[in-house]
Structure formats: C-alpha cells, structure tokens
C-alpha cells in the first residue's frame, strides 16, 4: 500500500541518434541488422504470458529482398482468439487493482530498455521487416516509442490529479477507472511505435487487451513484446495474436465484454469495425470506445511569397521518406506559376542524388515499399500517369520488383487538380503536383480544403503573414496537424499530439492525454462529512 502522492519522473523527448558514416552508433547498428538478418527466427502469439505455436507456420520475407526468409510466425484462428479474450478477463481484477505506481514503473522500465539494451534490436527489426533506413528507425521504433511511454506515464499522473471543487461540509473526488470488460488493438505496418502504443496506452490505464499487429510487421513486434515482458508486463494483460483480421475481429466485437477498439490502418476497415460495432450494440454491457486514425492525403500549399528552395527540400522529404508510407506524408501540392520554375529544378537536383536500396546501407535516402500489393498499387497509378493527357510524370517513375518491392521516388505533374493522383491516396513513394496561376491564390485554398475526403496533416509555406493567417483560416478543417513553413511529416509526441478528423479519424490525438482520456471511466464520489438528519429544508419554516 503507497501512503504518497508520486510524482513520475519528468519527461523529456528521447534524443536522436545521427548516424553519422563511420559512426560507433551506425557501426552497432548496422552489425546487429546483419546479425538479425542471418538468423531464423520463429515467432510465437503470446497468450495468458504463454508462447503459443500452432504449428502452422506463415514465413517472414524482407520487403528489400522478398526472396530471403527471415523466419516464421505460428498463425492462430478463432480458438486462440477466444483464449486471448478469456486470458484478459481472467487477468482484468488484478491488473485494474494494481496501484498506477506499479503499472507506470512497468513502462518506464520499458522505456529505457528500449532506449538502452534493446535500441538496436528494434531499430534493426524495423530495417529489415519493414524497410526503414537507419534514420527513419530511430525515429520511430526507437525515439518516438520511448516518447510514448514515457509522456504517457506524465499524462496518466496529470489526469488522476484533476479533481472537482469541495463545497463546505463535503469531500468531493473523481476516480479515471479502467473501462469495463477488455480492449482490442489494431495496429499497422508502418510505425513500430504505434505498434507499441495502441496496446500500451490502453493498459497503462488498467485495461487488458488483445492485440492483433499488421502480419507485416509481426518481426519488429515480438521485439515489442519481449520488451514489455522483460518490463514485468503480468501474464494476460496483453496478448499478441496473429489469427485473420475478419476473423479476430467478428469473435472480438460480438462479444458481450467488449469496451474499446484503438485502431490505425485504412478508412475502408474501421468504417466496417464501426458497423459491426453498431450492429452489436444491443450485445455490449457498456458502450464501447472507438478511437480510430485511418490515413490521409496529405497536402502542402504554396503562396507565391514562399521560399522556393523551401517548398522544394519539404516536398521532397514529406513526401519520399520511408517511400511516403506515412499517414502524414506530403502526396499532393499546389505550387504558384511564380515559383515553379525553381521549385521543380531544385526537386529535380535533390532527387537526382537520392539513393536508392537496401537499409543496410546508410547511405539509400528511399528503401523498398513493404509488400507486392502496394508495389503493383504504385505502379499502376505511375504507369496511368505516363500515358495520361492531363498528367505527366516528371521525375521518377521507375519500378523494380526483380529482388525486393522498389519503387522509385516518383513526381506527377496534373494539368486538372482533380486527376486520380491529386484525389486518391496510394501510400507510397508518389506526389502530385497542381500548378495554379498566382492570382488564384484562394480559389486554390478552398480547392485544397475540398479536394479531399481525408483531414490528417497539410502544409502551408509562404513569407506574408496574412498569408499565412488566411491559409490557417481556410484550411481549419482539412487537417488536424497543419505546418506554417515546415514539412507535413514529424509529429513529435508531447509537442505535437497526432490526429486528424474527417476520413483521417476520431482525431483523438496519440501523444497527449486526450487519448488516454479515452480509456478510463470516471466516477464522482461525494462524500458528506455532516449528514441531514431531517427532511425539512428552510423554505418551509
């Protein structure tokens, strides 16, 4: 029993590594890749604290070598789902009971074994599974996941301390408890930590949950679990499955202790979660949760005031790096006539010195995309493009499937603002460039705040601050993290909380406490120190 008030330790955002050529750090780093590349590896769902194996065995193949078998994972199916539901039930009371202390030093001690033993591990596993250069693995596997647990603990401590105004004579309190029943995770490809968040977050709060992670990133993930086990993560608490998506999901929301679904991936899916949710509504004993970030397509606007070089270098990075498999990555831009000229020679001397191939290699900028469904997806919009009327691919456009999923950092420029690749999102290494005539400066805003069903993330660059002012205005709703003169890409927990609304979510803001809001279940309690004991008020003498 704790008799004192704690406070967590302070968070500061994780630093990042440069990997530096010929560096200690890339020298580690790269030796590990190596090391983990020569392996077999063979990865079980862990179930009750268990490791279950099937025997029926899915291999793991890199997305920069498609031909190397990097190892298997034990494919389960609706019994072991079941298993998963009937472990977190068994597992709620304890875990929901156990001071916030001891849940919060499980995810702190996370944290720096992420940060210390095992940032190799999992920077390396985020190489090789899903094809990040070393940079864009720090950022993610290891920085941004190290900021989630550890702003999360700070987030958790502040909401507990709000509390209600006493009146004289009365003790007012407010409980945050852990939802009723269990929660379920649904986590992507292409951020190892939102893989580690989605699940995490939940349970910091007292939840249990299953967790069911994108099969292309099931490699990085069992480094995600190992770490929350060595943390001293309880027996059932959370449990990794790795059944169907349709089938896990139809066992998970019929089920009447169903509370919660924290969900990353396509619009297509969560909108058919969230019908089955309502379809099963009568069957719940609470109201579930929905918590939900789904995509976007992404925009940078440019005022013929802006700087050209820019607009250039923040195109190029928003929308080429990690081969603009980003929720956030830039994929369509609207660059005045003024401008244009420039932007697109210095677009052009950039790409002209990207490298392109494996992350072993430190120096490739762009790396493979993550399966042959979005390689043949990128190839067609590219392929459509070159022999468009109203487009025209003007960088890039070269794809190779020969050895692993590459596809070249590609530019389209589209003569109508309503072409294919303006509109649609297609999550890969592709952008769309629109450009308009200077005087049509707010006709082209309300184009941007319209062309798109998505609200995630956009882009204004422009020197003139009415500018600016009126693109802020304009553009209010079309993202929920918008830049003033920087790229659409690097939201940083505790300094920009990530979500949009829209086709891009419930915008319930990962990296803040709003999100953790969303797992708890307040109860007001008042207590009065000196009760009535007559039912007379004054009013009636």
């Known amino acids: ?172 309190r407010a409980e945050y408890r852990p939802l009723e029943g269990f ?43 190992d770490v929350l086990i060595e943390a001293g993560l309880p027996a059932g608490v959370i449990n990794m499955v790795f059944s169907g998506g349709a089938e896990t999901s139809k066992q998970i929301l019929e089920h009447p202790d169903f509370s919660g679904i924290h969900f990353t991936g396509s619009t297509e899916v969560f909108q058919s979660l969230w019908r089955q949710i309502g379809e099963n509504i009568h069957k719940y004993k609470t109201y579930p949760r929905i918590v939900g970030e789904t995509g976007g397509k992404d925009f940078v606007v440019a005022h013929p005031s802006a700087v050209p070089s820019q607009v250039a270098t923040a195109l190029v990075r928003g929308a080429f790096e990690y081969q603009g498999q980003k929720c956030s990555a830039a994929s369509r831009a609207y660059v005045p006539q003024s401008l244009w000229g420039e932007v697109k020679r210095i677009m052009g001397e950039q790409l002209a010195e990207i490298k392109m191939g494996s992350p072993e290699d430190p120096s490739n900028f762009v790396n493979a995309v993550i399966d042959k469904a979005s390689f043949e997806k990128c190839k067609g919009y590219i392929e459509r493009a070159q022999n468009a009327n109203d487009a025209e691919v003007i960088f890039g456009g070269g794809c190779d499937d020969s050895k692993g999923w590459f596809v070249q950092p590609t530019v389209i420029q589209a003569k109508n603002p309503h072409y294919e690749s303006m509109e649609e999102e297609i999550f890969g290494p592709i952008l769309t460039i629109y450009v308009y005539e200077d005087q049509d400066w707010k ?76 797992w708890v279940s307040a109860r007001s309690i008042k207590e009065n120190f000196l009760s009535p004991t007559d039912y007379k008020y004054p009013f009636l003498g």
């Open 1 to 172: 029993m704790s008799f004192a008030i704690s406070q967590v330790p302070t968070p500061k955002n994780e630093p990042v590594r440069s990997y530096a050529p010929g560096s200690a750090e890339i020298k580690s780093l790269i030796a590990t890749y190596q090391k983990m590349w020569s392996e077999e590896v063979e990865i079980p769902m862990v179930i009750d604290g268990k490791e279950v194996k099937t025997g029926e065995k899915v291999s793991l193949h890199s997305p920069q070598d498609h031909q190397h078998t990097l190892g298997y994972y034990h494919k389960g199916n609706k019994q072991h789902v079941d298993d998963a539901i009937n472990s977190c039930l068994k597992a709620r009371a304890e875990w929901a009971n156990l001071p916030w202390e001891q849940r919060a030093s499980i995810f702190l001690k996370a944290a720096d074994l992420l940060a210390g033993p095992y940032r190799d591990k999992i920077n390396a596993a985020t190489m090789i599974g899903q094809s990040k250069n070393a940079m864009q693995a720090e950022i993610d596997s290891a920085c941004e996941a190290i900021d989630f647990l550890r702003f999360n603990v700070q987030f958790m401590t502040e909401l507990y301390s709000e509390q209600p105004v006493s009146d004289a004579g009365i003790w007012n």
């Open 443 to 518: 006709a082209t805003l309300q184009l941007v705040d319209e062309t798109s069903p998505y609200a995630l993330t956009g882009a204004v660059f422009a020197q003139d601050r009415y500018a600016i002012n009126e693109a802020t205005k304009a553009l209010e709703n079309a993202a929920g993290n918008f830049y003033i003169n920087d790229k659409p890409t690097g939201a940083v927990v505790g300094q920009q909380p990530f979500g949009g609304a829209r086709a891009s979510g419930t915008n319930d803001k990962a990296g803040s406490k709003m999100n953790l809001l969303r």
């Open 183 to 225: 929660t379920y995770a649904i986590t992507p490809f292409n951020f190892t930590a939102i893989s580690l968040n989605l699940p995490t977050s939940m349970a910091m709060m007292g939840n249990v949950v299953v967790w069911k992670p994108s099969a292309t990133q099931i490699y990085s993930a069992k480094v995600i679990m």
